[in-house]
């Protein structure tokens, strides 16, 4: 079976809720600039605890998240903003922000 194939056989058995998900999903995939070719072993497609040959998928090493960092740290990126709605996004800050209780 090809990989359309096996979608349109895990849509017919899917809930109207998870469908609703996978569109959304498949929508912004399809939206991301510079995605990258995928491969898929169709060999993995279930998971049967008896087969002898289960590979795991490459797991690519992520950028830290740094932590502790303080606003100094931040400063590095001071004045570097780029586009003309700069204005607008920090009124949407305003508006959005959830007061704090300390």
């Not at 194939?5 to 109207?16: A, G, K, P």
């Not at 279930?46 to 740290?73: F, M, V, Y």
Request: with cysteine.
């Amino acid at each position: 079976m090809n990989i359309k194939e096996l979608l349109l056989q895990e849509i017919e058995s899917s809930s109207d809720v998870l469908l609703a998900q996978t569109l959304d999903f498949l929508r912004f995939l399809k939206t991301k600039p510079g995605t990258e070719e995928i491969s898929l072993d169709l060999s993995t497609e279930k998971n049967d605890d008896t087969s002898s040959h289960k590979t795991k998928p490459e797991i690519q090493e992520a950028t830290p998240i740094l932590r502790g960092s303080k606003a100094e740290d931040l400063l590095k990126f001071a004045g570097t903003w780029q586009g003309d709605d700069f204005e607008e996004c920090l009124q949407l800050v305003y508006e959005t922000r959830s007061p704090s209780e300390f």
